[in-house]
């Protein structure tokens, strides 16, 4: 494949120099260079080459490229770290590398099964373990905010998606944000079969991919089996116990709702009847924005005015049947449908703006 940008092609031509050099050209076999290998090249920018770097290794960590595993071809040398991220550079021609990794070269292209992962099957007193070695110390009775925070840092949990809520819902543990009871996380992997943060992650991803970006997860029908020893197998077969997300996936938009309101009772002060408006704008955006584009409307709307300060019950509920009912260009939206006063001055916000369709307009009615 012909490379067309030509800092592409110098970059290529010399990686391929420095194998031969080494080793000699040998076909099918894996040739291993420096990642941190100096690439000279009169027209090549290395400010530019330093940000490429930076940009897949941004990708890497945030774990956003997840295509098939392709190996490179010889004219493109990848960083074994990026297991994943190998897909597009084998076809764009690129070279990126992590300081301190490897750079290796592959002379052939050719598609490499994932290993199956191993998880660890569940036992109560791993997961007993489990809970003691993030618990407080003054009080191992119950995992405060900073063992929560490394609970979701060790299983890879982003502490600023809707995940950590995940958490807390699948647990019910709903007394204080970040806090787990001991008997909360007890009766919960004890019914999700969880004793190890692998498969801790794997079933809040299954959730998120669900609940939050509507996406479902394939999965034996456990929860509608009647046969009792296929449900037995099919059980046995899965990481952790799918019954109560095969139950999700049949209602999803029940169960989002469900979640939903699980939020605020958990972000509610135990004193108070409502939420802080930075508190609800903060969920709205993580649980409301992947499916709902309006949401971010609404946000921007509530900024700009400065002037809201809370959210009570309603307001929250009614934020959602908003969200699912009407659409980003106002269609569907009907001013005697008794929205909450944020939402009535929202859409004449809106309106106002442009961001309206022409039927989403109201028409002046002549009387005669």
Request: charged content about 20%; aromatic content about 10%.
């Amino acid at each position: 494949m012909s490379v067309k940008h030509e800092t592409l092609t110098d970059r290529n031509h010399l990686v391929r120099s420095a194998n031969e050099k080494k080793s000699g050209e040998a076909k099918g076999n894996a040739t291993v260079l420096p990642a941190d290998a100096p690439v000279k090249s009169g027209s090549a920018n290395p400010k530019r080459y330093a940000l490429r770097i930076l940009f897949f290794v941004a990708l890497y960590r945030l774990r956003l490229f997840y295509p098939s595993t392709t190996t490179c071809t010889g004219r493109v040398a990848c960083c074994p770290l990026t297991i994943r991220v190998v897909g597009d550079c084998a076809t764009a021609g690129w070279w990126c590398g992590v300081p301190g990794g490897q750079a290796v070269l592959f002379d052939d292209v050719r598609t490499v099964a994932p290993e199956p992962a191993k998880y660890e099957p569940y036992n109560a007193v791993n997961a007993a373990t489990l809970f003691a070695r993030y618990a407080d110390a003054d009080d191992p009775s119950v995992i405060d905010p900073e063992g929560f925070e490394r609970l979701c840092t060790d299983a890879g949990i982003p502490l600023d998606g809707a995940m950590p809520l995940l958490l807390a819902w699948q647990l019910d543990a709903k007394e204080e944000m970040a806090k787990i009871p001991r008997d909360a996380w007890v009766k919960g992997s004890e019914a999700l079969h969880i004793s190890s943060l692998p498969v801790l992650s794997l079933a809040l991803n299954d959730l998120h991919a669900l609940l939050i970006m509507n996406k479902h997860t394939p999965t034996p029908s456990i929860a509608s089996s009647t046969n009792k020893k296929k449900r037995a197998a099919d059980t046995a077969k899965s990481p952790y116990n799918r019954t109560r997300y095969s139950g999700y996936a049949a209602d999803v938009k029940k169960t989002f709702a469900s979640f939903y309101s699980f939020c605020f009772v958990l972000a509610k002060p135990e004193s108070s009847r409502n939420i802080d408006m930075e508190t609800a704008i903060a969920l709205w955006s993580v649980i409301l924005s992947p499916q709902y584009p309006l949401i971010s409307d609404v946000i921007t709307y509530i900024n700009e005015a400065g002037t809201y300060k809370a959210v009570n019950k309603d307001l929250w509920a009614m934020m959602l049947e908003f969200c699912q009912t009407v659409q980003p260009d106002l269609q569907h939206y009907e001013a005697d449908g008794a929205w909450p006063s944020l939402i009535d001055d929202f859409v004449t916000w809106k309106k106002a703006r442009g961001g309206a369709s022409a039927s989403a307009v109201e028409q002046p009615v002549d009387i005669e």
